[in-house]
């Protein structure tokens, strides 16, 4: 990470909030971390910095690179606008990568969002201890900056594997190029930051709203050991995050998700990025950069139900493919929640009729600013955690009932499977439709050695139809499609050509 990058780290921590009020600090000459972090409400507004790039990962980029890089999601090709290379790749799985470095700006801007979350908790926790407030508060103020920590530490090492471990904040040029980590040493790092986490936050019923909780950071723990296959360590987390009382399922599926200024951080929610709508610089505008397009206004109205609606001509991506709506049992009260439909009347395709993702399509006031939290971690995935790794422990039996909790809420019958490897693929297909678009899937196919399984047959499906998968006649897949199938995208190449070390 850049030297210039973490200067502006520490410059912004002062005036960047991720709640809703800014704190106002007016310096008398420079402002730098010898003279900021003194008090109790420095460390809280650092904390509350810290956040704040959560909001940009998840409305511009882990979509992109969880969803759309699966076979959940695809992108409308719209001839007229021309090709967005960077996204396009990530769905193609082509992605261009030479000696493990890639040029792609997603990949590149995901690093340097992560690394400055790292970079801002490595901040606090440096000097916290070395002020004086209250004693409680400041334990939690650790666990969230321990636990921001660890959730960057765990998106990098799922989407590049072997990263630098930074655990102190850096002040020269030559602290910035670290050696490369092993992935399993970035595993421990994250379990070392998550346990400490969990010991000091609050609960859910005392913790501010919004916030992460000692359940968050048990969710984090349990997701790490669910990758690393460490099922009986899993299974005792989550149950209990279950015992605890802190979350219990929406009745209904549709509110688990947030409305643009209601619902938020509900009885289901174990961590969700908060926005807000309005002209205070929280809101997203997720919905537009992954509608359908080209659409009118009148088209895009019934949907979003702004004041000053207007149509959009770009190219979409992030559209639901045939495969995840084929994917959702009849009778799944999910599949109208998770997906609906526009005509697009200026289309090039003949099928002008287009699928969109109608969960986080929700009426607001202003075009291209929504409120909508994003789900980070749901109780029903809980749930699902919780079965595969009963199940995995030999204990089909005990998983069965919280699989089956998850699909009577759906509306559908209790699950057939009994047999372990029955149950195994009952629950990896239950994932798919419960958390459809919430960026899990990529990872859930990775984790379970599937990629040549799923995404080889998918990339041929896609080429031997493109019409189905949104093209418009004429248009076809570039030749270098679904041939880049590696478990980690490359390094950012412009971070590379700092860095002596990859």
Avoid at 139 to 163: P, T
Avoid at 294 to 323: H, Y
Avoid at 372 to 399: H, I, M, T
Wanted: net charge neutral.
């Amino acid at each position: 990470m850049r030297k210039k990058l973490i200067i502006a780290c520490l410059a912004t921590l002062a005036f960047t909030s991720c709640q809703d009020k800014f704190l106002t600090v007016i310096p008398e000459t420079t402002l730098s971390a010898g003279v900021y972090f003194k008090t109790q409400a420095d460390f809280q507004a650092a904390v509350n910095a810290t956040y704040t790039p959560l909001r940009t990962i998840f409305n511009d980029r882990a979509w992109k690179l969880g969803e759309l890089h699966s076979d959940n999601a695809y992108y409308a090709r719209n001839p007229l606008y021309g090709a967005v290379d960077a996204t396009e790749n990530i769905a193609d799985f082509a992605i261009p990568t030479a000696n493990g470095v890639t040029a792609n700006d997603n990949v590149l801007q995901q690093w340097r969002q992560d690394y400055l979350i790292i970079a801002r908790a490595n901040q606090i926790l440096a000097l916290i201890d070395g002020v004086d407030f209250d004693a409680a508060i400041k334990a939690n103020l650790k666990g969230q900056a321990l636990f921001l920590r660890a959730f960057a530490y765990f998106e990098l090492a799922r989407y590049f594997g072997s990263v630098p471990i930074h655990l102190v904040p850096v002040t020269t040029r030559q602290e910035a190029a670290l050696p490369l980590s092993k992935v399993e040493d970035v595993y421990a790092q994250i379990e070392k930051d998550a346990k400490e986490a969990s010991t000091s936050l609050l609960p859910k019923s005392t913790q501010e709203a919004g916030r992460v909780t000692s359940g968050t950071a048990k969710m984090l723990l349990a997701n790490l050991y669910v990758v690393q296959k460490k099922w009986a360590d899993a299974a005792t987390l989550l149950a209990d995050i279950v015992k605890s009382g802190s979350y219990s399922l929406m009745p209904n599926y549709d509110d688990a998700f947030s409305g643009t200024s209601d619902n938020k951080n509900n009885a289901e929610s174990v961590f969700e990025v908060q926005y807000m709508e309005g002209a205070a610089g929280y809101n997203g505008n997720l919905i537009y950069q992954i509608m359908p397009s080209p659409i009118t206004a009148a088209e895009l109205f019934p949907i979003t139900g702004t004041n000053n609606t207007q149509g959009t001509s770009q190219e979409s991506s992030d559209i639901p493919t045939p495969d995840i709506i084929a994917a959702f049992e009849t009778g799944d009260k999910r599949k109208d929640i998770n997906i609906g439909y526009v005509t697009l009347s200026q289309s090039a395709r003949v099928d002008k009729k287009y699928p969109y993702i109608k969960k986080f399509a929700r009426k607001h006031t202003q075009q291209g600013n929504t409120g909508q939290n994003f789900p980070v971690y749901r109780y029903a995935e809980v749930l699902l955690f919780l079965a595969e790794s009963l199940n995995e422990s030999g204990k089909s039996s005990d998983a069965i009932p919280y699989l089956n909790q998850v699909r009577t809420r759906a509306g559908l019958a209790a699950t057939t499977a009994s047999s372990q490897t029955d149950l195994r693929e009952a629950i990896f297909k239950e994932r798919r439709v419960e958390l459809a678009f919430e960026n899990k899937r990529w990872f859930d196919i990775v984790r379970t050695g599937r990629i040549q399984e799923i995404i080889v047959p998918y990339g041929a499906r896609v080429k031997a139809n493109p019409s189905a998968y949104y093209f418009p006649a004429g248009s076809v897949p570039p030749g270098n499609a679904f041939t880049v199938l590696g478990q980690y995208y490359g390094l950012p190449a412009v971070e590379s050509a700092l860095s002596p070390n990859f």
